[in-house]
């Protein structure tokens, strides 16, 4: 899938030195808060996914000269964040060096005590069950339900079949349906 002609549009105007603050500060406005959601939903931490979101534009502002739009600006910009969540994520699981469930219980234990959320009980059990996923099917039910991403665009942002994708999502649902059944 290529560029849209607004993503050739602003890569031109990217490459060109007297409009480059300007096409990058446009690029930042029209993907930040989506990028954003993204990563909060990985990581769960306003700090850690207000930081990742730095890092993020940082590297894009890095690479984004060698974009050679074999795919859409949206989607590379996705697969940036969606990998420096997964090496964030595993950084920290390295630092921390505690087990899965551990783990699973210090991201429950943020959740519950983030003063940016403030959702309702159900919002707050939606995102436990969430957080009770296996990685793989918390990345693409978050992308998939929330990003509301067709399954094509998942699949050149993480490198995994269609098929896989269905699978790990239907495995999800069925989860979290249990969970939800459960309570």
């Given at each position: 899938?290529?560029?849209s002609?607004?993503?050739?549009?602003?890569?031109?105007?990217?490459r060109?030195?007297?409009?480059?603050e300007?096409a990058?500060?446009?690029?930042?406005?029209?993907?930040?808060?989506r990028i954003?959601w993204?990563v909060?939903?990985?990581?769960?931490?306003?700090d850690?996914?207000?930081d990742?979101?730095?890092?993020?534009?940082?590297?894009i502002?890095?690479?984004?000269?060698?974009?050679r739009?074999?795919?859409k600006?949206?989607?590379w910009?996705?697969r940036?964040a969606?990998?420096?969540?997964?090496?964030?994520?595993k950084?920290k699981?390295?630092r921390?060096?505690v087990?899965?469930d551990?783990?699973?219980?210090l991201?429950?234990?943020?959740?519950?005590?983030?003063?940016?959320?403030n959702?309702?009980?159900?919002q707050?059990k939606?995102?436990?069950?969430?957080?009770?996923?296996?990685?793989?099917?918390?990345?693409?039910?978050?992308m998939r339900?929330?990003g509301?991403?067709?399954?094509?665009?998942?699949?050149e942002?993480l490198?995994?079949s269609?098929?896989?994708?269905?699978?790990?999502y239907?495995?999800?649902?069925?989860?979290l349906e249990?969970?939800?059944?459960?309570?």
């Open positions: 899938m290529a560029e002609p607004d993503d050739q549009l602003l890569l031109e105007r990217f060109n030195p007297a409009t480059k300007a990058f500060n446009e690029l930042v406005l029209a993907y930040q808060q954003y993204h909060r939903r990985m990581v769960i931490s306003h850690d996914a207000d990742l979101v730095q890092e993020i534009f940082i590297r502002w890095k690479n984004l000269e060698t974009f739009g074999g795919s600006l949206f989607t910009i996705y940036i969606t990998n420096e969540c997964i090496s964030f994520l950084r699981k390295m921390n060096t087990s899965i551990d783990e699973e219980n991201l429950l234990e943020k959740l519950r005590e983030d003063p940016y959320i959702g309702n009980d159900l707050i939606l995102q436990e069950a969430i957080l009770r996923l296996p990685e793989k099917q918390r990345i693409v039910f978050n339900y929330f509301e991403l067709p399954y094509e665009e998942l699949s942002i490198g995994t269609v098929g896989a994708l269905k699978a790990s239907h495995h999800a649902v069925k989860k249990q969970y939800f059944t459960g309570l």
